[in-house]
């Protein structure tokens, strides 16, 4: 044991249920597409879709995540309710089993390497898809409305921010842990579905998976993850660009998701982002921890805001069930707005 009581990379490593932090989740298509052949390119991005449904769910990942971090939603939307959702996950350029090309990332070029494997398999109708984004993801969604704002692909956007920076493997799982989840959590018996042996804690689940990624030289590479850090650095909103994007998806097709307590990137910013689509506004000067406690963070309008206090960075994963209802709610709602409409 850790001096904070959790299990070391060698225990993790003995641990019956480390190699089945991953999980066997069989999709219905799994492949690998030549993208970006006059963008730098060509390169490969490799993606899964897992279920059959005719609610198409795109999940995109954030900085240093593989497609399998999604595997709670796969499970919970693509194979528990495979004749309802079909969910497409992928592995932006930089990461597993994509390609890692040496060149300038930015999260406009990884928005047009999505819409190319969209395009690859066909997810092309008009108001046919449902996207979540994650930290640097959701940037990535962001970017799908700008380059391509008249496709009628974007419908539901989660977004979210975040960066870190790796340091040794113990103390990076550690610190990476601290800045991502809540320490209530962490302690919690793990809660996750196992296949051979629970771990004692939820931290240990996740400290065994970041280390079996982690320890996989093609996955998690140095180079891959920097470049990723570069895009993800460099994207910005102005106020003017948030009113395009939420004029072009439409108010009531966006959620925005932040925990108060989150260490990646401070909740100030969510509500930034939050009032740069509701009413076009930029930074005031006010923001700062604690803001939480003015009363216009918590009022309500068209774009629907999830903020939840003393929530951490991921709420998927620490909030599962919740974040899956919500996710249905959105989609039932784009739905009702799409006939209306006569899409």
């Known amino acids: 044991m850790s001096a904070h009581g959790a299990l070391t990379p060698d225990a993790l490593l003995n641990h019956p249920e480390y190699h089945h932090t991953v999980w066997d989740l069989k999709p219905e298509s799994k492949e690998k597409v030549a993208v970006a052949k006059d963008r730098g390119g060509p390169f490969s991005i490799a993606y ?3 279920g059959r449904g005719p609610r198409h769910m795109v999940w995109l990942m954030g900085l240093g995540g593989m497609k399998y971090a999604w595997q709670r939603q796969t499970k919970d939307f693509a194979h528990t309710r495979a004749d309802q959702y079909s969910s497409l996950v992928l592995d932006n350029r930089g990461i597993g089993e994509s390609d890692k090309p040496n060149m300038r990332y930015s999260t406009s070029e990884m928005a047009k390497d999505v819409i190319e494997v969209l395009d690859h398999i066909g997810w092309t109708g008009k108001r046919d898809l449902h996207i979540i984004g994650i930290s640097m993801g959701g940037m990535i969604a962001q970017e799908l409305v700008r380059v391509f704002n008249t496709s009628g692909f974007v419908e539901n956007i989660i977004n979210r921010a975040n960066l ?40 240990d689940r996740f400290a065994a998976n970041e280390l079996w990624k982690r320890s996989n030289d093609t ?18 909103k102005s106020p003017a660009e948030l009113t395009s994007l939420a004029n072009s998806v439409g108010k009531r097709r966006i959620m925005v998701v932040h925990g108060t307590k989150d260490r990646m990137i401070s909740f100030p910013n969510g509500v930034v982002l939050w009032r740069g689509l509701e009413r076009g506004e ?62």
């Open 164 to 203: 870190f920076i790796p340091k040794s493997i113990e103390k990076q799982i550690e610190s990476v842990k601290h800045n991502l989840y809540t320490e209530g959590w962490l302690a919690e018996p793990d809660s996750l579905e196992s296949v051979v042996q629970s771990f004692p804690t939820n931290g």
């Open 48 to 50: 899964e879709i897992h």
């Open 219 to 236: 996955f998690f590479t140095k180079k891959g993850f920097m470049l990723q850090l570069v895009a993800a650095g460099w994207h910005y």
């Open 282 to 343: 930029g930074r005031t000067g006010k923001e700062f921890l604690g803001m939480e406690d003015e009363p216009d963070v918590w009022a309500e309008g068209e774009v629907e805001k999830r903020f939840i206090r003393g929530q951490g960075h991921v709420l998927p994963i620490e909030m599962r069930e919740e974040f899956g209802g919500w996710l249905e709610e959105l989609v039932k709602r784009g739905e009702e707005l799409n006939a209306k409409e006569g899409v």
